[in-house]
T-cell receptor, first 117, second 115 residues
Framework: AQTVTQSQPEMSVQEAETVTLSCTYDTSESDYYLFWYKQPPSRQMILVIRQEAYKQQNATENRFSVNFQKAAKSFSLKISDSQLGDAAMYFCAYRSAVGQGAQKLVFGQGTRLTINP | EPEVTQTPSHQVTQMGQEVILRCVPISNHLYFYWYRQILGQKVEFLVSFYNNEISEKSEIFDDQFSVERPDGSNFTLKIRSTKLEDSAMYFC?????????????FGEGSWLTVV
């Protein structure tokens, strides 16, 4: 079974600075998808960014980018120019490309990000 | 932007009672899901639903739980004989297709407190 590990329970960053959240995963599959979800105090799960394992190019979405290292099974999220609205719990998630695992997301434990004004 | 909506946002129930959590998935989506997040813990998959039947379920989703699509818009999670440990945030989600490249969109969650 696949597992996702986020080793940083909490992180903090000054407003306008850059922060990187870490995520590692364990899988024997070669094709899969990785996601970062944001959960603000409202508790809704909001998709931040996604990465297809077959793509070597790292995904970017405005101020958010990932560093995907397939061999190392690492998938970190970089937030540039941090804003107060970025404060949230961030979850890394894995989804298989085929088979029954494709029906579900496997989440990490989450990293709580605080933005200091 | 279309969104998944859930009701109620918060429900308090007595232990042993039955609870129904309701969800309206995004209208053109075909796959529906329920996830659970116990306070302070990671989000866990419960069940996926397609074409009016369960397509996958986790070990958490035992006989106490059931899902239903009673009409063309609603998707419900029923929890029978609730226990204290069922207290959690329950997220409904939907996706357009089964391909795992498709994004799963989550609702705002229904917070269930069992007392």
């Amino acid at each position: 079974a696949q597992t996702v590990t986020q080793s940083q329970p909490e992180m903090s960053v000054q407003e306008a600075e850059t922060v990187t959240l870490s995520c590692t995963y364990d899988t024997s599959e070669s094709d899969y998808y990785l996601f970062w979800y944001k959960q603000p105090p409202s508790r809704q799960m909001i998709l931040v960014i996604r990465q297809e394992a077959y793509k070597q190019q790292n995904a970017t979405e405005n101020r958010f980018s990932v560093n995907f290292q397939k061999a190392a099974k690492s998938f970190s999220l970089k937030i540039s120019d941090s804003q107060l609205g970025d404060a949230a719990m961030y979850f890394c998630a894995y989804r298989s490309a085929v088979g029954q695992g494709a029906q579900k997301l496997v989440f990490g434990q989450g990293t709580r990000l605080t933005i200091n004004p | 932007e279309p969104e998944v909506t859930q009701t109620p946002s918060h429900q308090v129930t007595q232990m042993g009672q039955e609870v129904i959590l309701r969800c309206v998935p995004i209208s053109n989506h075909l796959y529906f899901y329920w996830y659970r997040q116990i306070l302070g813990q990671k989000v866990e998959f419960l069940v996926s639903f397609y074409n009016n039947e369960i397509s996958e379920k986790s070990e958490i989703f035992d006989d106490q739980f059931s899902v239903e699509r009673p009409d063309g818009s609603n998707f419900t999670l029923k929890i029978r004989s609730t226990k204290l440990e069922d207290s959690a945030m329950y997220f409904c989600a939907s996706s357009e297709e089964s391909g795992s490249g498709n994004t799963i969109y989550f609702g705002e969650g229904s917070w269930l407190t069992v007392v």
